[in-house]
C-alpha cells in the first residue's frame, strides 16, 4: 500500500460542509469571483469524487440524514440525526402551555423502541483524546452541525438537541465525553432560559445551558470583540446573534465585519485552539447559509456565501500542515439552480443571458430577456404573462430572487451528485463515485480509527 493510502497518518481531520452547494453554486461562484478561467481555493485540491447524497427513504435528502451519512456511514430517513434505519422521524409538536410567547418545540421521539443511536466521527475523535470543533454560520442546533454530536429522531427537536451538548446535565450525550471543546455558530434561543423581554423563544424548561457550559470551563462570547478577546487555549462557545430576526447568522452580503464574525475567523480561532491537543482533533465546518439563499432563490446571497466558505477554506490551509491534515471539502446535497443559455464569455453571472456574437441580452419565446441563473422551482407566484426583467437590476440587487420554473412555498434541494474535494494526508483513497456513507470510512481510515 502507498504511503498515500496508509491508514492513520491523519492526526487532524476537518471537514467542510457547505450546506446545499451543488455543482452549479460551485461553477457559478467561481465566476462571480474568479471569472470563467480562475480557481476557487477547493478547485485546487489534488483529490476529488462524484458524492451520491439520496437518503434511506428518499431519491432527495434533506440535510439532516445527508450529514449524519458522512459523519456515522450509516443511512437514515429525512429527519433523522444520526440514528440507525431503524429510525423514524416524529417531528415535535408546539406547545404553547409554558408562555404565550413562546411555541416551544416538544421532542415527540420516543426514548425506546424507534431505533438507536450510532456513533459519529467526532464522537470517536474524543474518545481517542484528539480535540474536537463545530463551526457553523446557521444555527449550532441545526441539522449539519448537530448530526456531528446529537442523536435524535428529528431534527426540529432542537432544545432538546442542544442539551446534549452540555456535559453533566440531564440530556447530555455521555459519547461526548467531557465535552466539545469548540462551539461556534448561530442563536441562542436554544441555550437561553426564557425571557419575555430578552428572549421570547428561550429554553422554556428554565435552564441557562450558556451558563452551565461557563461553569464547566467554558469561555462564552457573542461578537466579534469577544471572539478575538478569547483565549486560545481551554474551551469556547460562541452564539452569534446579531441576525437574530433571520434565525441564524447574516448572510454574508448582509454581514457587519465590525461586530459578526466571517467564517474564515471562526474557522481559525477554532483551530488555534485544537492545535494545542497533542493528539490531535477533528473539526467540522459549515457554511450553512449557501442552503438558505438558495432555498430563497437568491442567487447573489448564494454565490457570496460560497465565496465565504470558500475563503474559510482558504484560511485552514494557512493554519495546518498537510503532512498530517486531512481537509475533505464537499455538500449534503444539491439544489434546482439551473446554468442556462449560451452567454459570451466574461458576462456577468448574475446577468442576463447574452448572444454569444453580439453580446446583447437573448429574448426567449416570448419577446424578453433571462437571466443565466434560473431555479427549476421556489417561492413565486405564476403569473399567465412573464415578467418583463429588462430594466431590472438582477446582478447589483442583493435581494433579487432568479425566475422559478414551478412554484412552491419554498425552493427544495436537488436530487444530483455533489462534489467532493481533498487534499492533504490521507486524501489519496477519495476518488471515483463514491456514496456518502463511504466518506464517513475513508476519513475513519486517515485517522486510524
Known amino acids: 500500500m502507498s504511503p498515500a493510502l496508509a491508514a492513520g497518518e491523519a492526526k487532524n481531520v ?43 427513504d428518499a431519491q432527495t435528502t434533506d440535510s439532516a440524514p445527508s450529514m449524519a451519512a458522512y459523519m456515522t456511514g450509516v443511512k437514515s430517513r429525512n429527519e433523522v440525526l444520526s440514528m440507525d434505519g431503524n429510525t423514524f422521524a416524529k417531528a415535535p409538536s408546539a406547545n404553547t402551555s409554558v408562555t404565550p410567547s413562546v411555541a416551544a418545540a416538544v421532542n415527540n421521539c420516543p426514548a425506546t423502541g424507534n431505533g438507536a443511536s450510532v456513533p459519529t466521527l467526532l464522537e470517536q475523535a474524543i474518545a481517542k483524546g484528539k480535540g474536537s470543533g463545530v463551526v457553523t454560520t446557521a444555527r449550532l442546533t441545526h441539522a449539519t452541525p448537530a448530526a456531528t454530536y446529537a442523536h435524535i429522531c ?23 465525553g467531557s465535552g ?9 434561543n436554544y441555550w437561553r432560559p426564557f425571557n419575555a423581554t430578552t428572549t421570547p423563544r428561550g429554553r422554556p424548561d428554565g435552564r441557562d445551558l450558556i451558563g452551565e457550559l461557563q461553569a464547566k470551563g467554558y469561555t462564552a462570547v457573542g461578537d466579534l470583540a469577544s471572539l478575538n478577546a478569547a483565549p486560545s487555549s481551554g474551551r469556547l462557545i460562541g452564539l452569534f446573534d446579531q441576525a437574530l430576526s433571520q434565525g441564524h447568522m447574516s448572510y454574508e452580503l448582509d454581514r457587519d465585519p465590525a461586530k459578526e464574525p466571517s467564517l474564515a475567523q471562526m474557522t481559525t480561532k477554532a483551530i488555534d485552539i485544537l492545535a494545542k491537543n497533542p493528539n490531535g482533533y477533528f473539526l467540522m465546518v459549515e457554511g450553512g447559509r449557501i442552503d438558505h439563499a438558495l432555498h430563497g432563490t437568491n442567487a447573489k446571497r448564494a454565490l457570496a456565501d460560497t465565496i465565504a466558505f470558500d475563503d474559510a477554506i482558504k484560511a485552514a ?49 416570448d419577446g424578453k430577456p433571462f437571466t443565466t441563473l434560473v431555479f427549476g422551482n421556489g417561492l413565486s407566484v405564476r403569473n ?21 420554473g414551478v412554484p412552491l412555498n419554498s425552493e427544495t434541494h436537488g436530487g444530483g451528485d455533489v462534489m467532493l474535494f481533498a487534499t492533504g494526508a490521507g486524501s489519496g483513497s477519495f476518488k471515483g463515485s463514491l456514496d456518502n456513507t463511504k466518506v464517513y470510512g475513508l476519513m475513519r481510515q486517515a485517522f486510524g480509527f
Open 180 to 188: 466539545i471543546d469548540v462551539l461556534l455558530g448561530g442563536v441562542s
Open 384 to 404: 399567465s404573462v412573464r415578467d418583463d426583467i429588462t430594466n431590472v437590476d438582477t446582478s447589483g440587487n442583493k435581494d433579487y430572487t432568479q425566475e422559478v
Open 317 to 365: 490551509l494557512g493554519k495546518v500542515d498537510l503532512s498530517n491534515t486531512l481537509v475533505v471539502v464537499t455538500a449534503d446535497h444539491d439544489h434546482t439552480i439551473a446554468f442556462n443559455g449560451y452567454s459570451h464569455l466574461g458576462n456577468d453571472i448574475l446577468g442576463k443571458t447574452t448572444d454569444v456574437k453580439t453580446k446583447k441580452p437573448v429574448m426567449a419565446a
Open 154 to 176: 428529528h431534527r426540529d427537536a432542537e432544545y432538546d438537541i442542544a442539551r446534549q451538548a452540555v456535559p453533566g446535565g440531564s440530556g447530555f450525550n455521555s459519547a461526548l
Open 14 to 56: 476537518i471537514f467542510f460542509l457547505g450546506d446545499g452547494m451543488g455543482p452549479v453554486t460551485v461553477t457559478a461562484s467561481r465566476i462571480f469571483k474568479y471569472g470563467e478561467g480562475g480557481k476557487l481555493t477547493m478547485d485546487t485540491f489534488a483529490r476529488t469524487a462524484r458524492i451520491r447524497t439520496y437518503s434511506l
